[in-house]
Each structure stands twice: as structure tokens, then as C-alpha cells.
């Protein structure tokens, strides 16, 4: 008797610690949905993709990182540089598939500072991107002045260039009768990459090797795994994966600002942690990222629509935070 209570305990804590983000993402969604009308509405579904997407596309690099045994508070900061970057180079006539790749690059770049200083400056991660977070912020306020960089589909010369930028942010995939049915471009891009790491983190050695390095570094070592090349590695593609959101975003509202980004690296680590990777490492799947995403995608569209201050809302992801570290403790 006593055993099979234990191992229904123990089944139901499994369930809850493989799907449990996916059981708070039903139930947000059935709750706000039956609180608000509002919240039904395809247009407001759309409009939940569109923001899902830029913390989508920074946590799948946030996730890479964590599951190393690391952290990047410099993503909000990389999101907003490579923007300003992308942005000063078309004002002033570069072509925009150019400025695109250039700040892509500079992203990549970026992200890469961070996994040196972490690996050859021995720096702790939180304070390695802590300097950079800062450092990066400054660098996009002192290259504009502080000012918003505005009116840049008009900066475009050629078509072909105008529409490749234009498409990245406000396009959409429309199909179906009547084109009834109406996909944002930046949700293709999320599902993609969504793919693309989910095929690279459990079906390659690269994968296998990051998450080696997260679960037990010294064994890593011992088995030959480069763990500094695999830090660098993963700090690069977060700066990659934040100058995408960054890109993306300054397309969508065609201007770009330094202040882009702030507290972005809040959402991420939150969807994260929400997804059930271990903030030490080593466990964790990209599957349970996109919940953790979704969760708190549905939570700020829900919380706008509902009318909560903002204030309110820094408060409520703080709490989100807690039990989802507090959870992944007791497993």
C-alpha cells in the first residue's frame, strides 16, 4: 500500500515536472480567455505571435547558455546595439541586406565578448555580463546621441531591400480560402529556429557536448569536450539570437532606439526557468523554452488587456521567477 502511494507521488511529480509548463500555459490561457472576451479574438492571437516572437527568438539563445552553467544579462543590451547598428548603417545608404548581415555579425560579435571574458578572464557569467549589459547600453546611447533613429524603410533605396526589411517585422505567410488564414513572418522565424535547436541540442555532438558541460565540467573535460570553445560557442549565438529580436523588432515599428530592450533578459531567463531548464545546468529541453515563452507572452498580453499597471506586472513576472527556481530546486 505504502509503495504504491509513493510511486503515485512520484508519477504525479514527474507529470508535473515534465509538463508543467504546458499545463500553466492551458489553464493561463483558459482562465484569461474566461475573464476577458477580448483575449479570444484572432486579432489579439496575432498580435500575442508577433510579441511571443522576440523573446522567443532571445530565450532559445538564453537557453543554450543556461544549460552550459551559464547566464547572459547582456541579450536586452545586444538586442538594442545590433538594432542601432542595423539602423546608422541604412540612414546613411548601406543596402539593407547588407546592414542586416553586418549587424547579425556585430550581434554574434558581441555575444562572443561575453563567453571570452567568462572563460578567459574567469570571470563569474552574471558579472561578465553584467559588464557587458552596461557597456553595450552605453555604446548604443553614445552612437545616437540618446535619440531614436527613425524613418528607416524610407532610408532604403532599392525595393528589393525595402521589402526584404519591411517583411522581417509586420510580413505575414496568408493561405487558406479567402486567405483566411494569416501567419506574422516573426512566428515563422521562432518556429524555425525552434527546429533548428531543437535538432542541434539532441541530435548532434554539439548538443550533447553543451549540455555536458552544464551537467559536470570536469567530467566534460575528462571526455575531451573543449568546454571554453563550447561556452564561447553558446554566448555567441545568444548575441545572434538577440540581434535577430533586435532586427525584427526595428522593422515592425521602424525606428530604433537605444533604449530597446530593457529587462529583456528578465523575459528570457523567466521563460527559461518557466520551461523547466535547470538554472545550474545540464537539464532542460528547448520544447519546454517555447512554453516558458508562451507563458509569459499570454501573461503580459493578458495583464495589458485586463488593464494591470505595469509596475504590477514587474512585480508578477518577479513572482513567476521565484516558483519557477523554487520548482526546479525540488526536482
Not at 484569461?32 to 492571437?45: A, D, L, M, W
Request: aromatic fraction near 8%.
Amino acid at each position: 500500500m505504502g509503495k504504491n502511494i509513493e510511486k503515485n507521488k512520484l508519477n504525479i511529480g514527474t507529470l508535473i515536472g515534465e509538463y508543467g509548463a504546458y499545463i500553466a500555459l492551458v489553464l493561463l490561457v483558459i482562465v484569461i480567455s474566461c475573464v476577458s472576451p477580448e483575449f479570444r479574438t484572432g486579432s489579439n492571437f496575432l498580435n500575442l505571435l508577433r510579441q511571443a516572437s522576440f523573446n522567443g527568438l532571445i530565450a532559445f539563445g538564453m537557453t543554450c547558455v543556461i544549460l552550459s552553467d551559464g547566464i547572459d544579462l547582456s541579450v536586452g543590451s545586444t538586442f538594442a546595439l545590433s538594432a542601432i547598428i542595423c539602423a546608422e548603417l541604412m540612414i546613411h545608404g548601406i543596402p539593407a541586406a547588407a546592414a542586416i548581415l553586418i549587424a547579425l555579425l556585430a550581434g554574434t560579435v558581441l555575444g562572443m565578448v561575453s563567453g571570452v571574458l567568462v572563460t578567459k578572464g574567469r570571470l563569474q557569467p552574471f558579472i561578465a555580463t553584467l559588464i557587458t549589459m552596461t557597456a553595450y547600453r552605453g555604446l548604443a546611447l553614445i552612437i545616437t546621441d540618446g535619440k531614436p533613429v527613425s524613418r528607416l524603410a524610407a532610408s532604403v533605396k532599392s525595393e528589393s531591400g525595402a521589402f526584404l526589411f519591411k517583411v522581417l517585422g509586420k510580413g505575414s505567410f496568408v493561405f487558406g480560402p479567402n486567405d483566411m488564414i494569416s501567419i506574422p513572418i516573426p512566428a515563422i522565424i521562432l518556429i524555425l529556429f525552434l527546429l533548428v535547436f531543437y535538432f542541434v541540442l539532441h541530435h548532434t555532438t554539439f548538443g550533447r557536448r553543451i549540455y555536458a558541460t552544464g551537467s559536470n565540467e570536469k567530467c566534460a573535460k575528462l571526455v575531451g569536450v573543449n568546454t571554453i570553445k563550447i561556452r564561447i560557442a553558446v554566448y555567441s549565438i545568444s548575441g545572434f539570437m538577440s540581434a535577430i529580436a533586435g532586427l525584427i523588432m526595428i522593422s515592425r515599428v521602424d525606428s530604433a532606439q537605444p533604449t530597446l530592450g530593457e529587462g529583456y533578459e528578465l523575459d528570457a531567463i523567466a521563460a527559461v526557468a518557466l520551461g523547466g531548464t535547470s538554472m545550474s545546468g545540464g537539464r532542460g529541453k528547448i520544447v519546454g523554452t517555447i512554453a516558458g515563452v508562451l507563458i509569459i507572452a499570454v501573461l503580459n498580453n493578458g495583464l495589458n488587456i485586463l488593464g494591470v499597471s505595469t509596475y504590477y506586472q514587474e512585480v508578477i513576472k518577479a513572482v513567476v521567477i521565484l516558483v519557477a527556481v523554487l520548482s526546479d530546486r525540488k526536482r
